[in-house]
């Protein structure tokens, strides 16, 4: 169809910033990579669905859905840019853990790679001095500490509660929290 001009293809008359190849190979690889964290984050939800583990389950479901976000946005940052975003192949995530301790310390390794391929993003940014993917990746550095915080505490807390009795009353603590920010 020779009508149609792919952005990714036609010279950007609008921005004069072209994005540097550096940039573009590490914003696609950290948009993947957060593409198999949501997937991660759905091996963990089905994995305590599986154990009726509900608290947990929703609360990993609601993490691949901001991780599918994440992705999104880096998407639509390269498209925005007049670079078409390349998908790569995800590998099939750990559906199997040992405990719920061994499930949560999983998740706060994926986060803390996840910030590692982050903080490689911004490297290329600074060291191309591509102002846009800077500011954006800014957001996700941000982002990152919160979502250590949040992984780190789930941990100790899981830690924390010895017995099968008390997991399930923090399964449902979570339940409760999330049905409560669900309603505000
Ligand atoms: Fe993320
Ligand atoms: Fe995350």
């Known amino acids: 169809m020779a009508f149609v001009h792919k952005r990714s293809e036609r010279t950007p008359l609008m921005q004069k910033t072209k994005v540097p190849a550096k940039v573009i190979a590490e914003l696609n690889r950290q948009m993947n990579h957060e593409l198999s964290a949501a997937h991660g984050y759905r091996g963990l939800a089905l994995w305590c669905s599986d154990l009726n583990l509900k608290g947990f389950a929703a609360y990993f479901a609601k993490q ?3 991780e599918l976000a994440h992705a999104e946005k880096i998407s639509k ?5 007049g670079v078409m975003p390349e998908l790569a192949a995800i590998a099939a ?3 199997n853990f040992k405990s719920l301790f061994d499930a949560a310390q999983h998740a706060l390794g994926m986060e803390q790679a996840n910030t590692e391929g982050i903080n490689a993003v911004y490297e290329a940014a600074l060291a191309a001095k ?9 957001w996700f550095i941000n982002e990152q500490v919160e979502e250590e915080a949040w992984a780190t505490e789930m941990v100790e807390r899981v830690q924390s509660a010895t017995c099968a009795g008390s997991l399930s009353d923090l399964d449902r603590h979570i339940e409760r929290l999330l049905a409560d920010e669900a309603k505000s």
């Open 77 to 81: 940052h390269l498209d925005d840019r």
């Open 64 to 66: 691949a859905a901001e």
């Open 93 to 95: 995530p750990k559906q």
């Open 130 to 138: 591509d102002y846009p993917s800077q500011v954006l990746m800014q």
